[in-house]
Nanobody
Framework: QVHVVESGGGLVQPGGSLRLSCTASGISFSMYHMGWYRQAPGKQRELVALITTGGTTNYADSVKGRFTISRDNAKNTAYLQMDSLKPEDTAVYYC?????????WGQGTEVTVSS
């Protein structure tokens, strides 16, 4: 059975940092691409960052230069380092683990950026 679990969310002040983690079990982790998405209240879920099996990364324009996605295949874990956080980054952040025909989602971790 596949399990995808996010962690690391919380309350942070504007300008602060958080690091989210996404750990997947039950799959050959290195063979899956990883993506971070977020959904703010009243809005659609949107892509934040992607990292492929080969390590290629892609970011939403709104987070470029502030967020960094990475992965550690030995730990079956992907990370999202979030710096210079803004109130508009407030959302539930979800991890997606996917191949061409398989997709798994985590339950999400909440990030609140507020003073």
């Amino acid at each position: 059975q596949v399990h995808v679990v996010e962690s690391g969310g919380g309350l942070v002040q504007p300008g602060g940092s958080l690091r989210l983690s996404c750990t997947a079990s039950g799959i050959s982790f290195s063979m899956y691409h990883m993506g971070w998405y977020r959904q703010a209240p009243g809005k659609q879920r949107e892509l934040v960052a992607l990292i492929t099996t080969g390590g290629t990364t892609n970011y939403a324009d709104s987070v470029k230069g502030r967020f960094t996605i990475s992965r550690d295949n030995a730990k079956n874990t992907a990370y999202l380092q979030m710096d210079s956080l803004k109130p508009e980054d407030t959302a539930v952040y979800y991890c997606k683990v996917f191949q061409l025909i398989r997709t798994y989602w985590g339950q999400g971790t909440e990030v609140t950026v507020s003073s």
